[in-house]
T-cell receptor
Framework: GIQVEQSPPDLILQEGANSTLRCNFSDSVNNLQWFHQNPWGQLINLFYIPSGTKQNGRLSATTVATERYSLLYISSSQTTDSGVYFCAGTIQGAQKLVFGQGTRLTINP | KAGVTQTPRYLIKTRGQQVTLSCSPISGHRSVSWYQQTPGQGLQFLFEYFSETQRNKGNFPGRFSGRQFSNSRSEMNVSTLELGDSALYLC?????????????FGSGTQLSVL
């Protein structure tokens, strides 16, 4: 079946550090999105990035759909960046988003 | 502009009961999709509604159903609850598609089945 792999599964960093989260798909991906789930369960959309690179403040994302991966960069981490980061996309024209298992990021003060 | 609103926030039911969850999308959004999140299975797509019609459905049993009203508000219903239905149920809205547009999620309904 469709595989969405996120790495690393867990990441613990000190405040101020930079990080790179990766999302790999088993097939060509469309409509890739990145989300941040905060400790209260709210999923916040960070990027809708089917291809190319986007930046929003300390966060940026790059998707290379033909090579079936996307990267999320977080610079100068803050404790509020803690939570679980999910990528999701559609594969082979399927009309549903498939989510990865997430990367749990913990930023310590 | 108000975000996606889900009610109730928490719900406790017993096996065999049924439950109805509600979702009000962002004003102007016509697509509403539902997802189940569990520690074991992660986030899984349940179904999508657009203009009061179910457009897509995930791999869930028929006990899971939903509907959308003319004002785009949506409800999902789970009948004959099982212990495995305990999960966070998330609703998302977008202008017209649950796949090729940015999705906006509500805070979810945490369902516990005892």
């Amino acid at each position: 079946g469709i595989q969405v792999e996120q790495s690393p599964p867990d990441l613990i960093l000190q405040e101020g550090a930079n990080s790179t989260l990766r999302c790999n798909f088993s097939d060509s991906v469309n409509n890739l999105q990145w989300f941040h789930q905060n400790p209260w369960g709210q999923l916040i959309n960070l990027f809708y990035i089917p291809s190319g690179t986007k930046q929003n403040g300390r966060l940026s994302a790059t998707t290379v759909a033909t090579e079936r991966y996307s990267l999320l960069y977080i610079s100068s981490s803050q404790t509020t960046d803690s939570g679980v980061y999910f990528c999701a996309g559609t594969i082979q024209g399927a009309q549903k988003l498939v989510f990865g298992q997430g990367t749990r990021l913990t930023i310590n003060p | 502009k108000a975000g996606v609103t889900q009610t109730p926030r928490y719900l406790i039911k017993t096996r065999g009961q049924q439950v109805t969850l509600s979702c009000s999308p962002i004003s102007g959004h016509r697509s509403v999709s539902w997802y189940q999140q569990t520690p074991g299975q992660g986030l899984q797509f349940l179904f999508e509604y657009f203009s009061e019609t179910q457009r897509n459905k995930g791999n869930f049993p028929g006990r899971f159903s939903g509907r959308q009203f003319s004002n785009s508000r949506s409800e999902m219903n789970v009948s004959t609850l099982e212990l495995g239905d305990s999960a966070l149920y998330l609703c998302a809205s977008s202008w017209s598609s649950a796949t090729n547009e940015k999705l906006f999620f509500g805070s979810g309904t945490q369902l516990s089945v005892l």
